[in-house]
């Protein structure tokens, strides 16, 4: 079975725009969240999508959103870029499948640098 | 709300010697655990988790945890070192049982070295 993907893998952005990345979940997988890793705040989680529903949401200000679509591929997108917004930004699938706690499952991370 | 507190944000070890990740947690529900490793340049793979059951967890590459709850503890070990252990490890809890999300909350991460 093919790994949770993510693209690009590296991205390079001036202040003021906005970005989308992308993210295919494990085929199966219905349940997708996002992470932002910073050498300064660690990993912190930014939201999660269920069967095209926003399940939950970090500690983020609105410029950030996601979508999920039928398909369970999720986006998510930046507007209005800063350069605190330079991070690797994972995301990780889990199949709610029923199990409690379900195995998130990570992709490689898109590395996004603002300047 | 859960926390989680690695203690030591790096550890250098010889080849062959004891590795031991300290890691803490805060949680108002019984919590489950997981540690996670990441190699330069890659996104997290789980090492091993904590649900219920027995205290001692046996994950990958020849590491185990101790889940124990007197001391709100869940330390990594391995008994002994490889090169390739070189990685960052972060510990994590989940609140899932708060909407039924799986959001990790993740300690601040544990960078390890192994020396020759």
């Known amino acids: 079975k093919a790994g949770v993907t993510q693209t690009p893998r590296y991205l390079i952005k001036t202040r003021g725009q906005q970005v989308t990345l992308s993210c295919s979940p494990i085929?199966?997988?219905?349940?997708v969240s996002w992470y932002q890793q910073t050498p300064g705040q660690g990993l912190q989680f930014l939201f999660e999508?269920?069967?095209?529903?926003?399940?939950n949401k970090g500690n983020f200000p609105g410029r950030f959103s996601g979508r999920q679509f039928s398909n369970s591929r999720s986006e998510m997108n930046v507007s209005t870029l800063e350069l605190g917004d330079s991070a690797l930004y994972l995301c990780?699938?889990?199949?709610?499948?029923?199990?409690?706690?379900?195995?998130?499952?990570f992709g490689p991370g898109t590395r996004l640098t603002v300047l | 709300a859960q926390s989680v507190t690695q203690l030591g944000s790096h550890v250098s070890v010889s080849e062959g010697a004891l590795v031991l990740l300290r890691c803490n947690y805060s949680?108002?529900?019984?919590?489950?655990l997981f540690w996670y490793v990441q190699y330069p340049n890659q996104g997290l793979q789980l090492l091993l988790k904590?649900?219920?059951?027995?205290?001692l967890v046996k994950g990958i590459n020849g590491f185990e945890a101790e889940f124990k709850k007197s001391e709100t503890s869940f330390h990594l070990t391995k008994p002994s070192a490889h090169m390739s252990d070189a990685a960052e490890y972060f510990c994590?809890?989940?609140?899932?049982?708060?909407?039924?999300?799986?959001?990790?909350?993740f300690g601040k991460g544990t960078k390890l070295t192994v020396n020759p």
């Open positions: 990780a699938s889990s199949s709610e499948a029923g199990r409690v706690p379900d195995t998130q499952y």
């Open positions: 085929s199966g997988h219905r349940s």
């Open positions: 999508y269920f069967s095209e529903t926003q399940r």
């Open positions: 949680s108002s529900v019984p919590p489950y």
């Open positions: 904590y649900t219920t059951g027995a205290t």
């Open positions: 994590a809890v989940s609140d899932r049982r708060q909407g039924g999300s799986e959001k990790l909350v």
